[in-house]
Every structure is written in C-alpha cells, then in structure tokens.
C-alpha cells in the first residue's frame, strides 16, 4: 500500500473513533492511485517535467485545471518554481502515474491566497498525471530490439538513409508515424536535416535494425515544440526500422557467392549475357525475378541498355558464376524509382546467375578432345557424314543426344541441314576424331532459339566423327573420276532401241560407280539420289529418255553462261 492510501486511511479509521477533525495537515497527503507497470525513471529534484493537472477545494469546487487551457504545464522540480506542496508531491512520479495530493495551507498559498481564485487558509486537492521527465543531463537513450546476424555495414555520417519510424510522446501519444504514409523518411544522416538527437541516434545502425530512441527536448524540438502535435520541452520517443542506406559516393558492390573452378573467359563490354537474378531492397523486400517468368534477362553489358549498377556489376562474371551486385539509387533507379514495387532512391540487390554469354564476333570455339594417330583424310565441305553427338547449355542443361536414336546423325556438310556453327565444327575431322564445340547463337538458332533451345542461348556440342564419305559439288547428284564416255547415250541404251528407261539408266549408273569411273551424291538412299537423277533428264516426264533429253551438268551449266551473256 501507498504512502498517501496509508495517511488517507488513518484519517478515516480516527474520523471513525469519534476523535473529530485530527487538525491542520504537517504535509502533503499523497494517494498513488494508478502506478504504471514500468517505470523507467522517477521525478527527482532538478528534473524538468511535464504534467496535466486539475486543482479543486475539498467541497470539489475547481480553481484551476490545465485540461481547460489545452497545455501542459513545464517546469523544472525542486527550484522553488512551484509551490512547495507541489514540489514535494510530485517527487518520485513516473510517467503516466496518477496522484491524488492534498496539500495544506502552508505548502500552498497560505494565509495570503490567491486573490479571487484561491481563498486564504486553503488546502488544495490535486489530481496530477506525469506526462514527461527529463534533465538537462540526459542524454540519447538508444535500445536496440533486433539486429540481423550479418551486418558488414552502418550508418556513418553523410549517409542517406530510408527509414520506417513510429513517433510518441514519453507518455505514449503518438504524434507521427511513417507507416500511416506508407513511405519510408528518406534523408542525409548528420548534415543537420534531422533533428539532433535523431541524428545521433540512426549512426551505427545496420540495415533492418529496430532501434528505440528517447530523445529529450533539448536534442529535439525544445522549448517551441512543433506544431500541435510535439508540445514545448517534450522528450520523444521514436521506434524506428532501418530498411537501407548508402552514401553518394558508393559505387557498386560484388559479392562473389560462387564462383567456378574452370573460368577460361569473363565477360566484358559489347558481349551478350543471359543470366537469371532475383531483385530485392535491403530490407529482403523481393521486387522482381527472372525465375518467376522462367526466363532469362538478355542483355548486352556495357551498353546502356541496363541500369548502370546493372552494367558495373556484371563485368568480368563467368559462366555459371553466383554473383551478389548492391546497387545505391544513383547507379539504379534514382530518386523516382521505379513503378510501384521500386521506392524513390531505393538500395537494390540482385542475385545473379550467370547462364552464358558470348560477343557477337564471336566464332565457333573448338577443343579437340581425341584425334586418331595417322589421320591423312579429312572431312570437307559436301562430305557426308556420320557422327553422335551430345548437345547442351553451358549450364549443363541437357538438350539433345543422337545416342537416343537407333542411328548415329547423318548430314552433307554444306547444305544447310544443320546450324552453321556445328556444320564448321565438323570439317576438318578424321573418321573416330571428338571434339567439343561451343556454338555462339548467331551461328546457332539465333535470337529466337528453337523447339528446346532458348532464345540467343550459347551451345555446347561433344561431337564424334563415325564415318565419311566423299562428296560431290553443289548441285550435283553424280560426277565422272574422269571424262564421261564420248558416245554416252549409246552406252546407255544397253538394249540399243533408242530409249533409256528408268531402269536401264539405273543399272548404267551402278556399274560406273562400281568400276570406280564415278560417284553418286553420297547418302544413306543411293536409289533415290539416282531416281532423282532420271527424272532431271526425263524432262518431259514421259519414264523414257531420248537423245535430246540427256545432257551433262556440265553443259547445262555452260548453255546457262551462253543465254546471260
């Protein structure tokens, strides 16, 4: 029980024995009716304080109250500024406690009174509540209720920092919130555009730290207060989140999360990347990422066509590389940010991983991996060939493998069956020789890409030659070793009756090749390259061919010459 609620209860328990008025009162009676669970400091003398009261007569008669005049009462404890009564009642308060006092004549205003408001010989009731206590000792109280576990960084002076705060009074009233405007504060640290004590209070902090800062008036808004909201000589209380910061004079920073052992080439300015990355603030806030449009940012580096931060950040990664790029606002979006998911002058983090890239001037890129002992032929172009192989990203994505058909892969080098990259990649081989190629898109599938294969994607090939055969030029379906027979069409017409059918022309054919005078366009169909070749010179379609119909490629070509000159 209270001081005050004992002599409150002797009083009663004489009044109750019939022992009548117990006289004039030594000192003030002091009724604790509402103590506050925390109590973080108490009114002592010396102390400045900030109180809400209302005075009565013991009939309940009011004199005074500083509700009426909508203004806390300031002033300093102990120094003779307040009646003496006063002084001693509100000794030990905490904020938000409540009193009842009574004080006597004596300690009030005493025989003399007030004239026409307090009567001489007045005691005088008090109903008093503690707003807030400080002293001109005081200083910054910083209490720090969360910190990340990785913090390579705080706030020093010249920082600019973004900041979510909520604002109080010391005895809770709230007077400005940041939330309410959902935005951040945004502003330099020590360059005098904050008050002082929050200018004291913001260094060392880490990004994502919660701090409690009780700043008192004199580091504050003093004896004018602010506005309506921040009376004269009030101690503030801020909680405040730290969601990021940064210093004009930062240029990017890299954070190498992974890197491969076998790095053979970085990329630099003019190449083209396809990377993956998630984007987050510096509060974890995640604002964009490739993988929920599972597809790769493509991009050149170096040309603008990024945020600078961006272009900075991935020079010289390689393939596959992990990569952590931080972003101040003056290398990505600025002051005005961007959209609704990016804040003005906002600190961005981009986790990247690097899937390739290449420069356009790029070639095909060859390793030989195995070449047999004794190679003296070599494939050339209109050779056809026979080969596995086994296609990929650079990232190790699977794409294609021959090894999946019955068949190794068969093609005329030259004719554009395949993409140019790998068509180059096969010449030059010996029968049983691997390589592995690294085609550039441009040689690739391109900017499109192809059904599996991403746009403007980098290819990885681990080909092997299986076998060759010798080609003939373009255009033709058969060449002689030597010249052609003088009376061709008569060796032709085997049965002499002045006609060659399909068949009759096709057994001509298979006896050059297999007495080694010619060859047929190489492919896995013989038949049908010398069906084509039948009907070339059946030019009236009618399965027979005349004198006047056969000719020579030769001398087509010659009688083309002729016509255009």
């Known amino acids: 029980m209270s001081l005050g609620s004992l002599v409150l209860l002797l009083l009663s328990i004489l009044g109750a024995l019939g022992l009548g008025h117990p006289g004039p009162l030594e000192d003030v009676v002091i009724d604790r009716y509402y103590i506050p669970k925390i109590c973080l400091?108490?009114?002592?003398?010396?102390?400045?304080?900030?109180?809400?009261?209302?005075?009565?007569?013991?009939?309940?008669?009011?004199?005074?109250?500083?509700?009426?005049?909508?203004?806390?009462?300031?002033?300093?404890?102990?120094?003779?500024?307040?009646?003496?009564?006063?002084?001693?009642?509100?000794?030990?308060?905490?904020?938000?406690?409540?009193?009842?006092?009574?004080?006597?004549?004596?300690?009030?205003?005493?025989?003399i009174g007030v004239a026409g408001l307090i009567p001489p010989d007045a005691t005088l009731y008090f109903d008093v509540i503690m707003l807030d206590i400080w002293n001109k000792n005081d200083k910054l109280q910083i209490t720090t209720l969360s910190k990340p576990e990785h913090c390579n960084r705080t706030v020093e002076n010249s920082d600019f920092v973004r900041y979510h705060y909520n604002g109080t009074l010391l005895d809770g009233t709230p007077f400005d919130s940041s939330y309410s405007k959902d935005s951040t504060y945004d502003t330099y640290v020590g360059t005098g555009w904050l008050i002082k004590g929050m200018d004291q209070g913001l260094l060392g902090m880490c990004a994502g730290e919660k701090r409690s800062i009780i700043i008192p008036p004199f580091l504050a808004y003093g004896e004018k207060g602010y506005g309506t909201v921040i009376p004269p000589q009030a101690s503030l209380v801020f909680s405040v989140l730290l969601v990021d910061f940064h210093n004009p004079k930062d240029g990017v920073f890299l954070e190498h999360l992974e890197v491969p052992e076998s790095c053979k080439r970085r990329a630099v300015t003019g190449?083209?990347?396809?990377?993956?990355?998630?984007?987050?603030?510096?509060?974890?806030?995640?604002?964009?990422?490739?993988?929920?449009?599972?597809?790769?940012?493509?991009?050149?580096?170096?040309?603008?066509?990024?945020?600078?931060?961006?272009?900075?950040?991935?020079?010289?990664?390689?393939?596959?590389?992990?990569?952590?790029?931080?972003?101040?606002?003056?290398?990505?979006?600025?002051?005005?940010?961007?959209?609704?998911?990016i804040p003005g002058s906002a600190v961005l983090i981009f986790d990247v991983h690097v899937i390739d890239f290449h420069n356009p001037a790029d070639p095909v890129e060859m390793e030989t991996v195995y070449r047999p002992e004794g190679c003296n032929t070599t494939t050339r172009h209109r050779d056809f060939v026979r080969y596995h192989y086994n296609c990929s990203l650079l990232d190790g994505t699977r794409l294609f493998s021959s090894h999946d058909y019955e068949k190794p892969q068969e093609v005329t080098l030259g004719a554009n069956k395949v993409i140019e990259g790998l068509n180059s990649g096969l010449l030059n081989m010996c029968a049983g020789e691997r390589r592995v190629l690294i085609v550039p898109p441009h040689l690739g599938h391109g900017e499109s890409g192809a059904r599996g294969v991403p746009g403007s994607a980098v290819l990885r090939f681990e080909v092997e030659l299986v076998s060759m055969e010798e080609g003939v030029p373009e255009g033709y379906l058969f060449i002689w070793h030597e010249d052609p027979p003088a009376n061709l069409y008569e060796q032709m017409d085997l049965n002499q009756d002045g006609e060659i059918p399909a068949e009759e022309f096709s057994t001509f054919i298979k006896t050059q090749v297999a007495e080694g005078k010619g060859r047929l366009m190489p492919?896995?169909?013989?038949?049908?390259?010398?069906?084509?070749?039948?009907?070339?010179?059946?030019?009236?379609?009618?399965?027979?061919?005349?004198?006047?119909?056969?000719?020579?490629?030769?001398?087509?070509?010659?009688?083309?010459?002729?016509?255009?000159?």
């Open 271 to 341: 190449d083209f990347i396809r990377y993956h990355y998630n984007g987050t603030l510096m509060d974890g806030t995640l604002f964009d990422s490739s993988y929920s449009r599972n597809h790769t940012y493509n991009t050149y580096i170096g040309k603008g066509y990024i945020i600078p931060g961006m272009d900075q950040g991935l020079q010289g990664v390689c393939v596959g590389e992990r990569r952590r790029v931080v972003i101040p606002p003056h290398l990505g979006y600025g002051e005005n940010g961007a959209g609704n998911k």
């Open 523 to 565: 492919s896995s169909d013989p038949e049908k390259v010398i069906s084509d070749m039948f009907k070339n010179q059946d030019r009236n379609q009618d399965g027979k061919i005349t004198p006047e119909e056969l000719k020579l490629k030769s001398d087509e070509d010659q009688e083309k010459i002729h016509e255009e000159l």
């Open 41 to 111: 400091r108490e009114v002592q003398m010396g102390d400045f304080i900030r109180y809400h009261y209302n005075g009565t007569f013991k009939d309940g008669k009011k004199f005074d109250s500083s509700y009426d005049r909508g203004a806390t009462v300031a002033g300093v404890v102990g120094v003779g500024r307040l009646i003496t009564g006063m002084d001693r009642g509100l000794q030990g308060m905490c904020v938000n406690e409540r009193r009842h006092l009574i004080v006597p004549p004596h300690l009030g205003y005493g025989s």
